[in-house]
T-cell receptor, first 107, second 119 residues
Framework: SQKIEQNSEALNIQEGKTATLTCNYT??????LQWYRQDPGRGPVFLLL?????KEKRKERLKVTFDTTLKQSLFHITASQPADSATYLCALTALIFGKGTTLSVSS | DAGVIQSPRHEVTEMGQEVTLRCKPISGHNSLFWYRQTMMRGLELLIY????????DSGMPEDRFSAKMPNASFSTLKIQPSEPRDSAVYFCASSSANLRDSSSGEKLFFGSGTQLSVL
């Protein structure tokens, strides 16, 4: 069956550092992959979409990579800020979501 | 646009009662999704509609769950009878994507969710 894993439930980093979150998947060849941010008590909010023919996509301090050979996506937040603290979810199309990684950025 | 609107925001009910969750998608979106989120299982897709037609309900846990979309601006998810293990946050999301075209890749817009507690 299709499976998606985010490699850690929690990630703690200091302000100013780069946060790197990992999403791995199996038994699936998605045409695209998405990343969402979720704050406590709220619904997920879309951040970035990357297609299978794209290696990298950027948006302000965010960068996503997609390696279809490794079946892996990396999500980077550069110059992290306490306001970046949230849970980040990856999704294979709209059908399968990872459980998320909770990022905590301390000042 | 007000975004995806879900009601109620919180629902507390007793085991065996019927529960109805409501969703109003963003105007013009042709796809609607119902998800359930728990700590153990994360965010799981229950069912999705395209142009008001149910496309895939394989995520619906059992016959106690049913979903309808009578028109483009309204959908319901019903649980009858409810059980304590149904306690979770239920999200509705809408999109302008057509999942039959896997390359369309439109983003999802989520509502604020309904926190359901079945005692």
């Amino acid at each position: 069956s299709q499976k998606i894993e985010q490699n850690s439930e929690a990630l703690n980093i200091q302000e100013g550092k780069t946060a790197t979150l990992t999403c791995n998947y199996t038994n699936y060849s998605p045409a695209y992959l998405q990343w969402y941010r979720q704050d406590p008590g709220r619904g997920p909010v879309f951040l970035l979409l990357i297609r299978e023919n794209e290696k990298e996509k950027r948006k302000e301090r965010l960068k996503v990579t997609f390696d279809t050979t490794l079946k892996q996506s990396l999500f980077h937040i550069t110059a992290s800020q306490p306001a970046d603290s949230a849970t980040y979810l990856c999704a294979l199309t709209a059908l399968i979501f990872g459980k998320g990684t909770t990022l905590s950025v301390s000042s | 646009d007000a975004g995806v609107i879900q009601s109620p925001r919180h629902e507390v009910t007793e085991m065996g009662q019927e529960v109805t969750l409501r969703c109003k998608p963003i105007s013009g979106h042709n796809s609607l999704f119902w998800y359930r989120q728990t700590m153990m299982r994360g965010l799981e897709l229950l069912i999705y509609f395209n142009n008001n037609v149910p496309i895939d309900d394989s995520g619906m846990p059992e016959d106690r769950f049913s979903a309808k979309m009578p028109n483009a601006s309204f959908s319901t998810l019903k649980i009858q009878p409810s059980e304590p293990r149904d306690s979770a946050v239920y999200f509705c999301a809408s999109s302008s994507a057509n999942l039959r075209d896997s390359s369309s890749g439109e983003k999802l817009f989520f509502g604020s969710g309904t926190q359901l507690s079945v005692l």
